[in-house]
Nanobody, 126 residues
């Protein structure tokens, strides 16, 4: 099993920045292949934001956040981060961290992940 705990959400004005953290634990974490961030706004489906593949460090981003968000990871701390700059009102959502051990694919979809955190709220005001 892998346990994921997100933190760092909050209220910020448009144009501001936030950094989300996702701390991972559990016996299965050492075999994690990728970790990602998704978000879900009220009344909408959960959508892909960014992912990082531990082996090689490849990263992928949704077009809506490319150039503004940066995903990074610290293996020593079992933590993945999402730095969000130039935040927009439309970035308001609950942000979820996810992890998966299957060693293939770019991990861009919710069903690519087996483990999920509880989410952290990000609210961007105008």
């Amino acid at each position: 099993q892998v346990q994921l705990v997100e933190s760092g959400g909050g209220l910020v004005q448009a144009g501001g920045s936030l950094r989300l953290s996702c701390a991972a634990s559990g016996r299965a974490f050492s075999s994690t292949y990728a970790m990602g961030w998704f978000r879900q706004a009220p009344g909408k489906e959960r959508e892909f934001v960014a992912t990082i593949i531990w082996s090689g460090g490849s990263t992928y981003y949704a077009d809506s956040v490319k150039g503004r968000f940066t995903i990074s990871g610290d293996n020593a701390k079992n933590t993945v981060y999402l730095l969000m700059n130039s935040l927009k009102v439309e970035d308001t959502a609950v942000y979820y961290c996810a992890a998966d051990r299957r060693p293939y694919g770019m991990k861009l979809r919710t069903y690519d992940y087996d483990y999920w955190g509880q989410g952290t709220q990000v609210t961007v005001s105008s």
